[in-house]
């Protein structure tokens, strides 16, 4: 008697973990589907590679993004390394750094209190002067 519950007990384990497994390989399948979906049709997708690297145009927005309070303060000061490298991703050349350095500095007052992508404009601007 108690072989046979025994039996009956892991058939019926084995029967609820089947059709479970079935229906969770669905449901995965499903959520894995409308997951790419909505990453593959979204704007930000457009920022990212296939590889999952940020793509070179969209760089200094990222950056300007990311780092807009550290930024500001360089802009303030004239130097610092958050204002060299934004320099770099807008292609200013190391020789033309300080020059950079001090024209957006001259510009920093126009970007207090703007949104990321105000800053970068004014970055951009400022920056075509040095790009060779």
Known sequence: MRTLLSSVVIAGASMMLGLTGCTLKAT????TDTTSNITGTTSGAAWWS???QIKPDFKAAAFVS???E???????AGR???LASIGRLLG????HQSAFFSA???GCAETVGKDSAALL?????TSRAFVR
């Open 28 to 31: 995965l399948n499903q959520t």
């Open 50 to 52: 296939e590889d999952g």
């Open 66 to 68: 990311f780092n807009q």
């Open 70 to 76: 550290n930024l500001q303060q360089d802009l303030a």
């Open 80 to 82: 610092g390394e958050y």
């Open 92 to 95: 200013v050349p190391g020789d």
């Open 104 to 106: 957006a500095q001259a």
């Open 121 to 125: 404009a004014r970055l951009r601007d």
